[in-house]
């Protein structure tokens, strides 16, 4: 069963429809809000949010992009929204901490502690940087890196052409290796 | 070999970027929303909720008003004169009084300080009153010298005999007169 064809029931009313498409893409809108908020339950009230407005909205979709696409589109303002909202402005004047430490994952995987020590470190000087970029380049750049999404997706979540996509992931990844460097950290020293 | 170190680089970037957006969300987001769907289709709008804030509000405000209003009227009410009045106010004919004993004499009060400084009294200076603080202040090393003040004396000032008041008469104007100079209309 296509998207189109679930679509097609959920306007007419079918809820289960409209759940099946929930579940084809509730991890590719739960990342893209979270490439957006940072912090786990952010971005699951997020995706909650989009999924709702996406269903009170069908009747706008048109089909022009895929059924993903458009959705995301959806996801993604929402997402922006949330962030620009008072609360999250609060949150960082006061010292915001909302983006989730996921470099502590990463030293489970590694063979000895102080390998595992120099990569975590390297790990939280990354994330440091990469939260230190422009929110073009990092939206771009993490919406680009999460798995679940093409540059062409990107782009049009975004209403940027594709090779605006292309050059912001590589700026931000040329931005956060110049950064190591100048933090002592050198290239292949993970 | 740049390179290679390069893509290792960029490989613990992409890796760290994924790692941000990594994880999903929790399993039963298609039922909740679902029964977000369904709250906000049995949500019935109630048009005339806003009277219930409205009404309220509105009548603390006009409460608050009338009580500062009825505060504040008899301070307001307080007549504050000018300095064209205090003169306008001085008895005509008499003696002229000093400015200052002018505005003690109809008990006025203005908030504009006194222009001038005030000029201690010789017996003020003699015993020092007027630096009763002067510890605090830091001048506790300087000494009060009594002050020898010889009253000031007025030369060549005009006899009061000069100033005479003259009765001046002024003619009666009859109500005839009046009605013709009234402009012509």
Known sequence: VTDDDLVARARQGDSDAFGQLVDRHRIAVYRAARAALGSHADAEDAAQDAFVLAYQRLGSFRGDASFKTWLLTIAWRQAINRRRGVRRWLQRIVGYSGQDDVAGDVAADLPSPETAAAATELRRAIIAEIRRLPPKLRDTFLLAQGGELGYDEVASILAVPVGTVKWRVSEARRMVRKRLRECGFADGSA | ?185
């Open chain 2, 1 to 185: 070999m740049v390179q290679r170190e390069h893509d290792d680089i960029d490989r613990e970037i992409d890796a760290a970027a994924r790692g941000l957006t990594a994880g999903e969300p929790r399993g039963d987001l298609s039922a909740r929303v679902a029964a977000a769907v369904d709250r906000r289709a049995t949500y019935r709008p109630r048009p005339m909720r806003w009277l219930r804030i409205a009404v309220p509000s509105a009548a603390a405000i006009s409460l608050v008003l009338t009580i500062l209003h009825v505060y504040d009227e008899p301070r307001a009410t307080v007549p504050v004169p000018n300095p064209r009045s205090v003169v306008d106010a001085t008895p005509r004919g008499g003696p002229p009084v000093p400015p200052s004993d002018r505005r003690e004499a109809i008990g006025a009060r203005t908030r504009l300080p006194a222009i001038g400084s005030r000029v201690q009294r010789e017996s003020e200076v003699q015993n020092g009153a007027g630096l009763e603080n002067a510890d605090a202040m830091g001048f506790s090393a300087l000494t009060v010298e009594p002050i020898q003040v010889e009253p000031l004396a007025i030369e060549n000032t005009p006899t009061l005999d000069v100033i005479a008041v003259e009765d001046v008469s002024v003619p009666s104007i009859e109500i005839d007169q009046l009605v013709q100079n009234e402009p012509a209309q």
